[in-house]
């Protein structure tokens, strides 16, 4: 659901250019349908990154975190980027960010990208 930039996407373009890699969109929802917004975010993702083999994959899990490292270690990854998204104060006081669960216990390297506003 994140309004991704083509500026955030650029290093994870060239990377995936430059090693020949595939890059996996893990989508973890208890829905099956694909709203219009997250629609035209994959057909944006797909133009932003001409130079990666995309693969979107959706997922049924309560712990975002957990799910992430676990698909992250089925596939063999080595390496996981997420985009860090800025939170409201009271999001903030009330979850704890998957990126933060993430960056706490890292089993392979990961590069988080900003989502800020220019």
Do not use: C, W
Request: proline share 4%; aromatic share 8%.
């Amino acid at each position: 659901m994140v309004p991704y930039k083509r500026r955030e996407l650029k290093l994870l373009d060239t990377l995936a250019g430059r090693f020949k890699s595939e890059v996996h969109s893990l989508y973890i929802s208890d829905f099956e349908d694909l709203s219009h917004r997250q629609t035209d975010n994959q057909l944006f993702l797909k133009g932003s990154l001409p130079k990666a083999k995309l693969n979107f994959i959706r997922r049924k899990v309560k712990n975002r975190g957990i799910a992430i490292m676990d698909y992250a270690q089925e596939q063999g990854m080595d390496l996981l980027v997420m985009v860090n998204s800025r939170h409201s104060f009271l999001e903030d006081m009330l979850y704890r960010s998957t990126v933060d669960q993430i960056a706490l216990n890292p089993v392979i390297p990961f590069l988080v990208l900003q989502n800020l506003p220019r």
